[in-house]
């Protein structure tokens, strides 16, 4: 099943989790971190439950439990497990040892890592590959960081990511790939810009990133159809599987006056096959 768009919701919402439902995200991100103010985090746990036991799953949903040295995770977990959700977000992630500790705890639930967070994070991002198993993907944020080094931004005035977060964003995506995992674009908060966040979801896809994580309902199509190829991207993989087909033997080609070898043979291959993924 595909991994385009994975909608964050507020654990301490459960109006707007049932509304959720109705939406076309591949995966709900109940969550209990950041969205969720202190004195919320009891009830926003029970909410979070009782929604996973009752709801019904045309979505995956995940639930975003609060960080390993929190102090709050064990109550997270006590509440959430045997609700089953689909996969666990951990934030705060920093590398294989993070996420080995949470799978100790939470035997059997996929991890989607948020894998930049804070310093030594970053110094993890090569790790992953070692408990592939465990995680279904790995993302990044661009907010938690600047707060922890003091920096008063990850953003130039124009919106664009300054340099540290670019190579954050590149980590990340490398790190997903050398894991043989999903590599999800983290979120554009700025909601009502849907022009700005269509040019920003085809920048993820064209880099590489499989999938977004979005914060309102909103988002969702804008990033679906990012993360889906188009008639004309797929007429032309065709063609190049085609060109190939009709040329046996022959590893590099004249295609309409460019030359292709093996990489896009590769390339139009892959782009069908996630053409033919199933979305929920
Ligand atoms: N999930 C489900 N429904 C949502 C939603 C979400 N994340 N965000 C907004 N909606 C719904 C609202 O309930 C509202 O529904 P209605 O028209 O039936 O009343 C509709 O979408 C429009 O909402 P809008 O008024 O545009 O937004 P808002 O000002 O109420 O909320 C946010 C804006 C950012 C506070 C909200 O989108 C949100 O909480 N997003 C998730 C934040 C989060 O989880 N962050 C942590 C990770 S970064
Ligand atoms: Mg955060």
Do not use: C
């Not at 959430?80 to 040892?97: C, F, N, Q, R, S």
């Amino acid at each position: 099943m595909r991994l385009r768009s994975l909608l964050f919701v507020p654990g301490d919402r459960p109006d707007r989790m049932e509304k959720a439902l109705g939406l076309e995200a591949d995966a709900l991100i109940l969550d209990l971190e950041d969205a969720v103010a202190i004195q919320a985090k009891p009830a926003a746990r029970k909410n979070t439950a009782d929604f996973l036991r009752s709801a019904k799953r045309g979505s995956r949903l995940f639930v975003r439990v609060n960080p390993l040295d929190s102090g709050l995770i064990d109550e997270d977990l006590a509440v959430v497990l045997d609700a089953k959700p689909d996969a666990l977000v951990l934030p705060k992630a920093e590398g294989a040892a993070s996420v080995a500790a949470l799978a100790a705890r939470a035997p059997g639930i996929p991890i989607l890592p948020i894998a930049t967070e804070t310093p030594a994070a970053i110094f993890e991002l090569g790790s992953y590959r070692d408990v592939r198993h465990l995680v279904l993907g790995l993302t990044w944020g661009a907010e938690d960081l600047p707060a922890a080094i003091g920096a008063v931004s990850s953003r130039e005035e124009d919106g664009r990511y300054t340099p540290p977060y670019e190579m954050l964003r590149s980590l990340t995506l490398f790190g997903a790939h050398a894991a043989g995992v999903e590599a999800i674009e983290t979120v554009y908060p700025a909601f009502r810009d849907l022009g700005g966040l269509a040019a920003y979801a085809r920048r993820a896809r064209r880099d590489g990133f499989t999938g977004m994580m979005a914060i309102h309902p909103a988002q969702l199509s804008v990033i679906n159809a990012a993360f889906t190829p188009t008639a004309d991207e797929l007429a032309e993989a065709q063609a190049i599987v085609d060109a190939f087909a009709e040329n046996p033997g022959k590893a590099v080609l004249n295609f309409n006056g460019k030359m292709i070898d093996t990489p896009h043979l590769k390339q139009a291959r892959r782009l069908l096959a996630l053409a033919e993924t199933p979305s929920p």
